[in-house]
């Protein structure tokens, strides 16, 4: 299955009095870079100690929880760092450091983001407040609440016999060929979102759906859930605009695919170590 390790991260959102030692993580995020500092060639969260030598300017600062017992923070920052650190988008730190690290990270920016574009009650107009007991946002004027917002999308792989249907999307750099995946859309089961998507990317039915896991995928807030799906009929006719080829691969003919950092990556391999072990 998906790896669904349990998560080092006690998470929380109101810092405890003694959260702000020297000691505590803080992702620091400027422009959409978050600044790292270099480990052993790991890239890892900056300490309050090193922070203390930065000209930057804190916009907010969010609490996270407790990473592997170290009290962890989110910080919307502008400025540069001191010499000696290096700022890295999310993606640059994909396969970089450990998973539950890259996900911590990815929840950092997330919230940040969702703080910012939501200062403003989107019925009244007026400023929001935090939330007393949540992670969340209420409207002093009308009581309208808002959460951190995520995306559900699916992601699913399509075989028939041996083969697998791996399509390339229209905006990906050629080569590249993955599963097919789309967001959940209000009123939706994600089986149905799943029947949907796959008829309108590449034009065919499917059958006998099995979930394998899920990833948060915080490009920039989805929620992937991963399936196989059986081939059930139809041609296969790419979605005009969105996808530019499609097609069945055999394990031993396959084209560029994703790494298995990324779910899609991983329910391919998933599905040939399964095949090669029930042909053997
Ligand atoms: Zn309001």
Not at 39 to 44: D, I, T
Not at 196 to 221: A, C, D, I
Not at 252 to 280: M, V
Request: glycine share 8%.
């Amino acid at each position: 299955m998906w790896p669904h390790e349990p998560d080092e991260l006690e998470a929380g959102h109101m810092a405890p009095d003694d959260a702000d030692h020297s000691d505590a993580w803080y992702f620091v995020f400027a422009k959409g870079q978050m600044v790292t500092k270099s480990v052993q060639g790991v890239p890892e969260p900056i300490t309050g100690d090193d922070f203390r030598w930065f000209e930057m300017e804190v916009h907010h600062k969010h609490f996270l929880g407790h990473y592997l017992n170290r009290p962890c923070f989110a910080l919307s920052a502008s400025g540069r760092p001191a010499e000696g650190y290096h700022t890295v988008g999310l993606r640059g730190l994909l396969g970089r450091t450990p998973q539950s690290l890259f996900y911590l990270a990815g929840r950092a920016q997330q919230i940040i983001d969702w703080h910012d574009t939501h200062r403003f009650c989107g019925r009244c107009g007026a400023r929001m407040e935090d939330h007393r007991h949540d992670r969340a946002k209420e409207c002093p004027s009308c009581g309208l609440i808002n959460y951190p917002r995520l995306s559900p999308s699916i992601i699913v792989l399509v075989t028939k016999g041996e083969e697998m249907l791996l399509a390339r999307n229209a905006n990906w750099p050629t080569g590249m060929y993955s599963t097919l995946a789309g967001f959940v859309e209000p009123g939706e089961s994600v089986e149905q979102t799943l029947h949907r998507e796959v008829l309108e990317e590449v034009g065919v039915r499917v059958k006998n759906l099995e979930y394998f896991g899920s990833q948060s995928w915080p490009f920039p807030n989805s929620l992937m859930l991963g399936f196989h799906a059986e081939y059930d009929g139809g041609e296969i006719v790419c979605q005009a605009e969105e996808i530019a080829d499609a097609q069945w691969f055999a394990p031993d003919n396959l084209p560029q695919i994703p790494p298995k950092t990324a779910i899609s990556g991983w329910l391919i391999q998933e599905f040939i170590d399964r095949y090669s072990a029930q042909s053997r």
